[in-house]
C-alpha cells in the first residue's frame, strides 16, 4: 500500500471527538511517514545524501498527495492539516540536524 493510501485509511478510521484525539491523530500520521521513509532508505554505508533526500522528497510528495484526497473529498479537518507548520515536510524540516541532511542532498 502507497503510503497516501495508508495516511488516508489511518484519517478516514479515526474516530475524533475532541482536539486531543486530532493532535494524536496528527502525530500518528508523522510516525506513519517516518516508518516509511525510514524503511526505504539505503544502506548507511555508502549513502550519499542525495539518495537520502531523494527518499524524503517523495515522503513529502505523498504526504500532499494525502492531503489532496481529503480536500477532494471536502474531509472537515483537511483545512488543519494545511495550516504552515503542520504539513510533514514542515515539521521534518523544522528540525536543524534533519534540515541539513536533507539540504546536503541538494546540493
Known amino acids: 500500500m502507497f503510503l497516501d493510501d ?3 485509511l ?3 478510521n479515526r474516530d475524533i471527538k475532541k482536539a486531543e484525539d486530532f493532535q494524536q ?3 500518528e500520521l508523522y510516525r506513519i ?3 516509511y521513509y525510514k524503511a526505504k532508505l539505503p544502506p548507511l554505508v555508502g549513502c550519499d545524501y542525495s539518495d537520502v533526500t ?3 522528497d517523495k515522503t513529502f ?3 500532499d498527495m494525502f492531503i489532496a484526497k481529503l480536500d477532494k473529498e471536502d474531509w472537515w479537518g483537511t ?3 494545511k495550516i504552515p507548520g503542520v504539513a ?3 515539521v521534518f524540516l523544522s528540525h536543524p540536524e534533519l534540515k541539513k541532511i536533507y539540504e546536503l542532498g541538494k546540493k
Open 54 to 56: 531523494q527518499v524524503l
Open 33 to 35: 511517514c517516518e516508518a
Open 79 to 81: 483545512d488543519l492539516l
Open 10 to 12: 489511518h484519517v478516514k
Open 61 to 63: 510528495k505523498l504526504w
Open 6 to 8: 495508508q495516511l488516508y
Open 25 to 27: 491523530m496528527v502525530n
Open 88 to 90: 510533514y515536510k514542515d
